[in-house]
C-alpha cells in the first residue's frame, strides 16, 4: 500500500496500511498481503481456518504537526485490533448471543494459596435473585464493534507512553476498515471519510468528527470541568467575537444543551475567548487545532500558554456495519476511503461519476481494473 508524500513536510505525515491477519487463541500469526492472488483469494475460505479466523484490515492515518504519529499507527494498530480479537475467537463463530461471563483459568481455581479448598460460593437468596433477573443480550457484531473501540483507546495510551523514547510527534485521524465473518467494519476517528458506492448510489460508512459537529460534547466537557478552560474560554457559543461595547446587551447564544438559538444578557465572563470558534473548515477547538477525535497530542497546548488540549480530543472512533455477505453486489461495486484532502475538494457524488466513468472504460477483463 503505497502513499505519496505531498510536499508539505519533509517526512510524509499521511500513512496507510493494508493487512490480511489471522488470530487465534495464543500466538499471534501476522501475514501481509504480497499479490494480488491473496486478494483474489476466496474470502470465505480465508475467513474460517482451523478454529481461528482471519480478516482483512484497510487503514488511513492522517497526520498532523509531524509524522510520527500517524506512522505508529499505521504499524500498530491492526496489532491492537488482533489482541482484543483473540479472546473472541470462538464467540464469534457462534450465532447465538454472547456468554455474559467468561470462565477464568480454571487450573487451581479452587485452591488458595495454602494448597486448602476454599468453600464454594454459595447463590444469593432467591428473592434477590428476583429483582435483577432481566439480562441483556449480546451479539457477536457489538463484540467486534467493543474490539475496535478497545484497540483505538490502546492505541492512544502507547502513543503517549511512548511518544518521548520513540520521538513519537503530533497527531493523527484514523480511519480503519475490519472485513470480518462476512460484515464490514468501518472506524473513523477524524474528519477522513468511507463511502460504498453501490449500483451508482452512495452510502455513507463514517462519521466526521470537527469541532462543529461535536460541539456539544465539547462544551458539556468544558461545563462540567471549567478548570481545562485555564480562565481564557468560554464554553458558550456566539456568532462571533463580542466587542467590549455589547456589553449588558442581549446577543445570541447557545450552550452544550441546545442545538437552536436563544439571547442572553452578555456579561464580563462572555469576554472570553469561545472554545469553539470559527465555521466549517476553519473552526477550531480552542483556536489551535480542527480536529477533535484521533491519535496523539498528547502534548499539544494552546499557543503561548500552558492550557492542554488533549482532554478535548478523544480517540474513539465512531463504527458503522455493513453486511456485505447479505448484499447483492456487481463488479463494480466498491468502498472509497479517503481523508479531508479528497473530501474538501469533491462531493460523493463526484466520486461515484469518477468511478463509474473508470470502471466503464476499463471491463472486467482487463488486467489494470
Not at 470462538?90 to 494448597?115: F, Y
Not at 475496535?148 to 495510551?157: G, P, R, T, V, Y
Request: net charge negative; aromatic share 8%; proline share 4%.
Amino acid at each position: 500500500c503505497r502513499v505519496i508524500n505531498a510536499g508539505k513536510s519533509h517526512h510524509n505525515e499521511d500513512q496507510a496500511c493494508c493487512e490480511f491477519l489471522v488470530v487465534e487463541d495464543s500466538d499471534l500469526k501476522h501475514n501481509s498481503l504480497q499479490s494480488d492472488q491473496n486478494l483474489n483469494t476466496d474470502l470465505q475460505t480465508l475467513c474460517k481456518v482451523n478454529d481461528k479466523f482471519s480478516f482483512y484490515y484497510w487503514g488511513l492515518f492522517d497526520g498532523h504537526a509531524g509524522y510520527g504519529c500517524a506512522l505508529t499507527a499505521s504499524k500498530l494498530l491492526h496489532l491492537q485490533i488482533c489482541d482484543q480479537l483473540r479472546e473472541l475467537v470462538h464467540i464469534l463463530q457462534q450465532t447465538t448471543a454472547a456468554p455474559l461471563c467468561l470462565e477464568p483459568d480454571t487450573r487451581n481455581r479452587n485452591e488458595n494459596v495454602s494448597g486448602m479448598s476454599t468453600p464454594e460460593i454459595t447463590n444469593p437468596p432467591a428473592e434477590t435473585t428476583m429483582r435483577f433477573h432481566l439480562e441483556k443480550q449480546v451479539f457477536p457484531e457489538s463484540l467486534v464493534i467493543g474490539a475496535l473501540e478497545n484497540a483505538f483507546k490502546q492505541m492512544d495510551k502507547r502513543i503517549e507512553r511512548e511518544r518521548t523514547s520513540h520521538s513519537i510527534d503530533g497527531g493523527c485521524c484514523a480511519l480503519v476498515t475490519v472485513y470480518l465473518m462476512g460484515k464490514l467494519y468501518v472506524a473513523n476517528a477524524g474528519d477522513s471519510r468511507a463511502i460504498i458506492i453501490r449500483e451508482g448510489k452512495t452510502i455513507e460508512m463514517s462519521h466526521e468528527f470537527t469541532p462543529e459537529t461535536e460541539r456539544q460534547r465539547l462544551q458539556l466537557l468544558a461545563s462540567i470541568n471549567p478548570e481545562l478552560l485555564g480562565n481564557e474560554f468560554t464554553c458558550l457559543e456566539f456568532p462571533r467575537r463580542i466587542q467590549q461595547k455589547e456589553l449588558k446587551k442581549r446577543m445570541l447564544y447557545r450552550d452544550h444543551t441546545m442545538t437552536g438559538w436563544a439571547y442572553k444578557t452578555i456579561e464580563e465572563d462572555d469576554m472570553k475567548f469561545p472554545l469553539v470558534y470559527g465555521e466549517g473548515k476553519k473552526a477550531r477547538v480552542m483556536a489551535t487545532i480542527g480536529v477533535t477525535r484521533g491519535f496523539g497530542d498528547h502534548d499539544l497546548k494552546v499557543y503561548n500558554s500552558n492550557i492542554s488540549i488533549k482532554p478535548f480530543l478523544s480517540c474513539m472512533p465512531g463504527v458503522k456495519v455493513y453486511d456485505l455477505d447479505g448484499c447483492d453486489h456487481n463488479a463494480d461495486d466498491v468502498m472509497i476511503m479517503g481523508t479531508d484532502g479528497l473530501w474538501d475538494v469533491i462531493t460523493d457524488r463526484e466520486v461515484a461519476d469518477i468511478v463509474q466513468r473508470i470502471f466503464t472504460s476499463h471491463g472486467p477483463d482487463q488486467s489494470n481494473r
